[in-house]
């Protein structure tokens, strides 16, 4: 019989060995071609490691930045999460302590005819569960797992948040300017239909060329209310981001705003510790991984010690008083025979958690190579863009200087200077718009590469 006993304690014991477990990360074959070649690069400095307050040097940015990252209400809600997630481990260490109670009791007792007793018994209970199979280990290594996860929520929020209010500011800039180039526009055209009446009485043009242009610059002047109503809304929507009132946003203008010229990637191996997201998903793997080790712990006997000491009147069957020492001491082990079944579905339901936040883990670091690819491609491109138009610009300038020059010394109209002017003006709206796009793709790169916190 002793035998028996051994060997299945020995079954047992080392069955219980596989339970620990410590997560490990996966092989992840596809981190070092998450960059396209034209991207590929062993330089290992990265934009990301720039703070928010490097990259955005403009001071009116900054204390909006700072403003939504002390008001903004997702980013709060994101800390009390870590705090709650802190308690949670808290208490997981916690449970390796032993739980004891106290338990004090008294009785009054009186039969017909006799003198009333008294009974009383002050004791204290202690339980502690001995940890050989790792389930509390693991509840621990869990706990630990969705801390981490949390915090690299909080700091997810934070660089979505930093990046939104840039794009917003950036916005406002750029609506600025087309608002400036636009009333500039509507001017031009308000001049461009004086001088078409003037030749229509002339004689020089019809009232379709006439109506035309009224058209035109009634067009103008509709997109300028446009303008205005995007400037409130935006105005409004970044107010309420940073946690405050409607209310205008003081902001300087697009021109004079400075960035890098050049932008550097680093290694795609750097997304797994700068991007908070992808730091989230390998955080809900890890947590994952310890809850089904738990579960493969709850087919394994769970050991319990129990004691208890007090202080008692009634320790024998004849009421005794003074009143006298109680000690008791009980081991348990506790084998789960019945509920077999209920432990292979819960191991089951866990494995294949666990292989979902695997795929999504691998699926965040996809998504993370695309959005760097893509933000490049759109910096990369509204530079290129924007040199095109300075050139354009630079020759409608000429033109107009030509076409003003005509008129004063050839029989061409003024109408062909106003026409001149009106193309150099769409030039500008156009490199206004390519501007906040370079712009836009320095923010989303920096966003991408995990910067922001």
Avoid at 137 to 163: F, I, M
Avoid at 183 to 212: F, H, I, P, S
Avoid at 409 to 423: G, K, M, P
Wanted: with cysteine.
């Amino acid at each position: 019989m002793k035998k028996i006993i051994i060997c299945l304690c020995l079954s047992v014991g080392l069955g219980g060995c596989s339970v620990y477990r410590t997560y490990q990360r996966p092989e992840l074959p596809v981190v070092d071609s998450l960059y396209l070649r034209s991207v590929q690069s062993t330089d290992t400095a990265s934009i990301a490691s720039l703070s928010w307050q490097e990259l955005f040097t403009d001071p009116k940015l900054q204390r909006l930045i700072e403003t939504g990252i002390e008001h903004n209400a997702d980013l709060g809600i994101a800390r009390l999460r870590v705090q709650e997630a802190e308690a949670l481990l808290g208490a997981a260490r916690l449970a390796y302590l032993p739980a004891i109670s106290l338990n004090p009791q008294g009785t009054l007792r009186k039969v017909e005819g006799t003198s009333m007793t008294k009974t009383y018994n002050i004791a204290a209970a202690a339980d502690w569960e001995i940890d050989i199979f790792g389930r509390v280990t693991n509840a621990k290594r869990e706990a630990k797992a969705v801390l981490e996860q949390s915090e690299a929520y909080r700091q997810a929020v934070q660089t979505q948040l930093v990046a939104t209010i840039a794009n917003s500011y950036y916005t406002l800039l750029m609506l600025d300017e087309q608002l400036s180039i636009s009333t500039r526009t509507a001017a031009n055209w308000e001049e461009n239909l004086r001088v078409m009446k003037a030749l229509k009485k002339a004689g020089q043009t019809t009232d379709m060329a006439v109506a035309q242009t009224e058209a035109s610059k009634l067009s103008v002047d509709a997109s300028l209310l446009s303008i205005r109503q995007q400037i409130s809304e935006v105005e409004n929507a970044l107010s309420s981001l940073i946690g405050m009132a409607p209310q205008t946003i003081e902001r300087s203008a697009l021109e004079g705003q400075s960035f890098p010229t050049t932008l550097s990637v680093g290694v795609p191996l750097q997304l797994l510790q700068r991007r908070p997201d992808v730091r989230q998903q390998e955080a809900a793997l890890a947590a994952a991984c310890y809850v089904t080790n738990q579960a493969r712990a709850a087919f394994y006997p769970s050991v319990t010690l129990s004691g208890s000491a007090g202080w008692t009147n009634s320790a024998g069957a004849v009421i005794t008083n003074p009143g006298q020492w109680l000690f008791s001491a009980v081991g348990s082990l506790v084998q789960p025979l019945f509920n077999r079944g209920q432990n292979i579905a819960n191991l089951k339901v866990t494995k294949a958690q666990q292989e979902e936040a695997l795929i999504s883990f691998r699926q965040s670091l996809l998504d993370a190579g695309t959005e760097v690819n893509d933000a490049l491609m759109q910096w990369q491109m509204a530079q290129q863009r924007l040199k095109l138009d300075e050139q354009q610009i630079t020759s409608l300038q000429s033109a107009v200087r030509s076409a003003e020059l005509l008129m004063l010394h050839s029989s061409q109209n003024y109408l062909e200077v106003l026409t001149a002017r009106q193309t150099l003006l769409q030039a500008e709206l156009n490199a206004a718009s390519d501007r906040f796009d370079e712009i836009q793709g320095v923010i989303n790169l920096y966003h991408a590469l995990g910067g922001g916190y």
